[in-house]
């Protein structure tokens, strides 16, 4: 089983000695199934051994968990005693909606405090035929900006059924937010791709990236990535400008993103989202979303 690294904070109490860490674990960012019953294993590992009377309550949550808000998904199960090392819980997922649902745990503990680890990666519920988009940034936390002031934001797909389109988005933490890109087009199938942010695009503070896809039944998922981007726009004259604020990069794989329906839909984006900024891709000879996707794709 593949081990995730997670974040682990601590919530605003009153804490004593140390917090409580422990690692929920997934098996990968995307592409995460219950059985054919509907029950999916979600495991943990303590890394510090909880006390006698610690317990643990298990959430999901349908949008990612943000960097600027309070979690507050809903309850899978509560007042489980954790066992030293390893535990298990079967969440029967029959009774929760479809779509992709990030998992996070929080573990109170009456001497160590209170503490949460959030699921690296979504889990995706489908009851009915159709199998709803799942989305991760995979981009490192530490990842930095090239000398080109360039920074390569790639994630993991998985929507099987449907073409799909994905936007990108910043906020900052004084509530200021902006989009970088709308509507790049996916074929079904694919993996990965990966989309280079020019950060002088960007005003000169820190900035926080989400990835939004939508696709052909309806269905919508997002992730935020882990880390974050100062903005350069003061190292230009005019100050940055957002019309161009991203490109196109190429990516291993190949495939053609092929056309999308006419209803397709549009990602969940204000009416205020923006234009779409230039995607002219290292050998492309093109200048559009279409050249983005057929070269920005792995399957």
Request: aromatic fraction near 8%.
């Amino acid at each position: 089983m593949k081990r995730l690294a997670l974040i682990a904070a601590s919530l605003p109490v009153v804490v004593m000695a140390h917090v409580v860490e422990f690692d929920l674990q997934l098996p990968a960012y995307v592409g995460n199934y219950p059985s054919d019953g509907g029950i999916y294993a979600l495991e943990w590992t303590d890394v510090i051994a909880p006390g006698p009377k610690a317990s643990v309550t298990i959430f999901g949550t349908r949008a990612a968990l943000s960097p600027f808000d309070a979690p507050d998904g809903s309850v899978i199960a509560s007042d489980i005693s954790p066992s030293s090392p390893v535990n298990v819980f079967d969440w029967d997922t029959t009774t929760f909606e479809d779509g992709c649902w990030q998992p996070y745990a929080i573990i109170d503990d009456p001497i160590e405090g209170r503490s949460i680890t959030r699921g690296e990666g979504r889990i995706t519920v489908a009851n009915g035929g159709n199998v709803p988009p799942a989305i991760w940034v995979t981009t490192p936390r530490a990842a930095l900006p090239g000398p080109d002031r360039r920074l390569a934001l790639e994630w993991a797909l998985d929507e099987p059924d449907d073409p799909s389109l994905v936007s990108v988005v910043w906020r900052a933490g004084d509530g200021e937010e902006g989009t970088l890109v709308a509507g790049l087009p996916l074929s079904a199938g694919t993996r990965s791709a990966t989309y280079a942010i020019d950060v002088r695009r960007l005003p000169p503070k820190p900035i926080f990236l989400r990835v939004i896809v939508s696709s052909g039944d309806a269905g919508w998922c997002d992730a935020w990535w882990g880390g974050f981007v100062t903005g350069r726009s003061d190292e230009l004259v005019d100050g940055g400008t957002p019309s161009d604020a991203g490109i196109g990069t190429h990516d291993a794989g190949s495939g053609d993103a092929g056309s999308l329906p006419p209803d397709a839909g549009e990602p969940p984006l204000p009416a205020d989202a923006g234009t779409e900024p230039s995607m002219k891709a290292p050998g492309c000879g093109c200048n559009s979303a279409e050249g983005f996707a057929s070269l920005a794709m792995s399957i």
